[in-house]
């Protein structure tokens, strides 16, 4: 199975930061990746796929980059509903595996 | 509206099985894959299991593989997840989650998820 690896795995920031998250894949995927939003008690939200195709709705401070084995996640100007859980994802081959989950706190 | 509801969860002992369902309404059902995932409480997020638009093709996660059975009802807009030799570690929220036209995996509805509780 793929390992997906994310970094870190929580940290703290304020309103307007910019931040980025780093998922790495244990071998290559090309650009079979998603990145999801989760909030407590709710499922979670798919924010980008391919890698850097943003999901209809989502706010473009929410950006993708990436392929291969090297992904970021990066959020332009942190607004407070954007406090979550972040998880990526692979889906180049089965089984599909999540990364462990970035959690993101306000400071 | 694209909407996933998943049902059927509850307290099952060792040992036990369970059936969970997900009602799925708002798109056409038979031409999507469809996918469970689990997550533990307090925990990330963990694949369980997958089957194809028409039911011919299914997946599952090694932890489940031989205890759990996949399977849908097109006429009926319904997924299922047949669960057996319920573990403790089985224990979690069992979402539904339909699959992204255009991708082969990015999961772009979810239900609401249903708890399955493992206890003695």
């Known amino acids: 199975a793929i390992r997906m690896t994310q970094s870190p795995s929580s940290f703290s920031a304020s309103t307007g930061d910019r931040v980025t998250i780093t998922c790495r894949a244990s071998?290559?995927?090309?650009?079979?990746l998603a990145w999801y939003q989760q909030k407590p008690g709710k499922a979670p939200k798919l924010l980008i796929y391919?890698?850097?195709t943003l999901q209809s709705g989502v706010p473009s401070r929410f950006s993708g980059s990436g392929s291969g084995t090297d992904f970021t996640l990066t959020i332009s100007c942190l607004q407070s509903e954007d406090f979550a859980t972040y998880y990526c994802q692979q889906y180049y081959s089965y089984p599909r595996t999540f990364g462990q989950g970035t959690k993101l706190e306000i400071k | 509206e694209v909407q996933l509801v998943e049902s059927g969860g509850g307290l099952v002992q060792p040992g036990g099985s369970l059936r969970l369902s997900c009602a799925a309404s708002g798109f056409t059902f038979s031409s999507y894959a469809m996918h469970w995932v689990r997550q533990a409480p307090g925990k990330g997020l963990e694949y369980v299991s997958a089957?194809?638009?028409?039911?011919?093709?299914?997946y599952y996660a090694n932890s489940v593989k031989g205890r759990f059975t996949i399977s849908r009802d097109n006429s009926k807009n319904t997924l299922y997840l047949q669960m057996g030799s319920l573990r403790a570690e089985d224990m979690a929220v069992y979402y539904c989650a339909r699959v992204k036209v255009a991708t082969s995996g990015a999961f772009d509805y979810w239900g609401q998820g249903t708890l399955v509780t493992v206890s003695s």
């Open positions: 071998q290559g995927i090309s650009s079979y």
């Open positions: 089957i194809s638009s028409n039911g011919g093709s299914t």
């Open positions: 391919a890698a850097s």
